[in-house]
């Protein structure tokens, strides 16, 4: 079988790499050729081939205890190591066409910010000021890279302390540490405020269903908030909870109760969306294995 | 002795639920086959229609997935969404905070108004990409809505803590919101959040309802089989874990190793070392080590 890996700087990996170029222009340009109406049998064939190889990696018994170097005692365990490790070459080849699709985004991104600007259009300033921080971060970030990769072991162990950082590594961090992340943890606090005004209209009494949410959840938050769930618990207690452990009282406490709706009311209905979701998922990647769903969406 | 090895169940479990939903595709074809009242997706030509009216955009979000099963499923009701809009010349916005999605989200809508015939309408930005990380994303979309007011807002695909931030900024400015997350974690904030909410297979029977192929309805009968199996082997669970609980307890205050057959099915264990086979090192590997 065909090694998915070589040497580095050697002869047969600068012939594999120029092969797998010449194979991929040679395919790029066959598809630019390919009536339209072939397209979709040849998009159908790379979808089902690639799908029959995780089928198989899931299907095929997988070799156990395989150490590095080992070859296979049978045809089972040839095939079986050769989809493993055909799976993390497959992997690389789906984060390789991630980062071109990754480059059209941002090319996206930045014609509709330049023509705004361009154009002076509504709110220009702010997609300026977007436009002035990709290049900036995508700067920055690339000379961080380079400034690090050149660095020696005894100056990156300098840098710990952080008046000894280069100016690329502490504008990193100021842009990404400093600005970045913080606006991300802003946002994200966003959320306790939206949860406040969306329970709110959910709990609002206006039906049946709307009055037993309404309940439960007033009960399952009494029963996470420790004041009210003591207080509830003496007063268990006091009616003869603490003197006979079975007393039916017992089934009274908050913590019970709130353990009940949480185990025999939420748990089943979420598992039970999770089945539904999980088929769905099934019978859709189905669908897109055997291409039954060809134009689905357009035709 | 053990009849069966129970670490094959799980697959032998998946191939009759893909038999299931082969054998109904094949039945859709001749016979035609009746799909429940889903309200989120009669909703969605109200919504475009209420954007028309208002000359506001259409706003999508196939959330934050990679190009997958659910993200495809996304777009697919966005198809049709979009088909409605173009019909109807409404202006849409399509976010994407995945490239892949954006990709092909870009080349489906461009589908989509060619095949009704107004290829002029559609706008070059109207399908955008806004950003990778997910508050940066939740900022870009919270503001496209905040600036261009949208009136119809469809929050469809994998979510998490950004959904809350959609669906309540939708609120404030008055959009109707159709949202499904297969994240059982968000459903709850859409349902708390939003108008219409398409929970959990309602997400993925949702292209079978508004396109009515037999290759999508069938499949959907295929699903409700299956899910019908499943309860089935619950409720046959139920009366095995009953019958051998007692047993169960007692083995497990004994020796908590002790697996029942329940414990088994679902737990196979990892294969016994002492059956790894005899294999010969590659020459080179070999001596390095």
């Known amino acids: 079988m065909i090694p998915w890996s070589f040497e580095s700087g050697s002869t047969p990996l600068k ?57 296979p005692a049978n045809f089972t365990e040839g095939v079986a190591f050769w989809l493993e490790d055909t799976q993390s070459q497959f992997q690389n080849l789906s984060n390789i066409l991630t980062s071109f699709l990754l480059l059209m985004g941002v090319f996206s991104l930045v014609r509709l910010h330049a023509t705004r600007v361009s154009k002076q259009q509504r709110d220009w ?99 996470l908030l420790g004041m009210a769930e003591n207080y509830w618990s003496i007063m268990i207690d006091n009616m003869g909870g603490l003197e006979d452990p079975n007393a039916l009282v017992n089934n009274l406490r908050l913590e019970a109760i709130t353990q009940f709706i949480r185990d025999n009311l939420q748990t089943p209905g979420l598992r039970a969306i999770d089945f539904g979701v999980g088929v769905g998922a099934l019978a859709m990647a189905l669908r897109l294995w055997l291409s039954l769903e060809r134009g689905g969406s357009t035709s | 002795m053990q009849y069966f090895d129970t670490g094959k169940y799980q697959v032998l479990f998946v191939l009759v639920m893909v038999a299931f939903i082969l054998i109904n595709i094949f039945r859709a074809q001749n016979k035609d086959i009746f799909i429940r009242r889903i309200a989120g997706l009669n909703a969605i030509e109200d919504a475009v229609g209420r954007a028309t009216e208002m000359g506001k955009p259409v706003l999508m979000v196939p ?80 503001g496209i809505m905040l600036r261009e007011q949208t009136a119809a807002t469809f929050f469809m695909g994998e979510f998490f803590a950004e959904s809350l931030i959609f669906a309540e900024t939708a609120n404030s400015i008055g959009a109707i919101q159709v949202a499904s997350s297969t994240e059982n974690t968000q459903t709850p904030f859409f349902i708390a959040a939003c108008d219409y909410v398409l929970i959990g297979e309602e997400f993925y029977a949702a292209s079978a309802y508004l396109t009515r192929k037999p290759v999508l309805v069938g499949s959907l009968v295929g699903q409700d089989w ?54 010969q090192k590659h020459p080179e590997e070999g001596e390095a080590q």
């Open chain 1, 15 to 71: 012939i594999a790499i120029f092969v797998t170029l010449a194979l991929g222009f040679g395919l790029f340009f066959a598809l630019m050729k390919t009536p339209p109406r072939l397209r979709p049998k040849i998009a159908a064939t790379f979808t089902f081939l690639a799908g029959l190889l995780y089928v198989g990696i899931w299907l095929w018994p997988t070799a156990h205890g395989r150490e590095a170097g080992d070859i």
């Open chain 1, 125 to 223: 300033p702010f997609s300026l000021v977007l436009l002035i921080c990709v290049a900036l971060m995508t700067f920055i970030g690339y000379w961080d890279w380079l400034t690090v990769m050149n660095m020696k072991p005894e100056e990156l162990e300098a840098m710990r302390d952080v008046t000894n950082q280069p100016f690329a590594v502490w504008m990193k961090d100021l842009l990404f540490d400093g600005l970045l992340q913080t606006m991300e943890a802003a946002m994200f606090s966003i959320i306790a405020f939206y949860i406040l005004s969306a329970a709110y209209r959910a709990f609002r009494v206006r039906s049946v269903e709307a009055t037993i949410l309404l309940a439960s959840a007033i009960i399952v938050m009494l029963g």
């Open chain 2, 63 to 142: 959330g934050l997935g990679a190009l997958n099963a659910i993200s495809v499923q996304a777009l697919n009701i966005f198809a049709h969404i979009t088909r409605t809009a173009a019909r109807f010349a409404s202006p849409i916005r399509l976010c994407c905070g995945e490239a892949a999605v954006f990709a092909v989200a870009q080349e489906v809508i461009r589908d989509v108004y060619q095949s009704e015939g107004v290829p002029e309408r559609m706008d070059g930005d109207s399908v955008r990409f806004v950003s990778d990380r997910q508050f940066a994303f939740a900022a870009g979309v919270s």
């Open chain 2, 226 to 279: 299956g899910k019908m199996l499943i309860a089935s082997l619950i409720l046959f669970g139920i009366g095995l874990e009953s019958s051998q609980r007692k047993g169960w307890v007692e083995q497990m205050e004994s020796d908590p190793a002790a697996k029942t057959s329940m414990m088994r099915l679902f737990s196979p264990e990892p294969p016994d070392p002492a059956t790894k086979p005899v294999r």
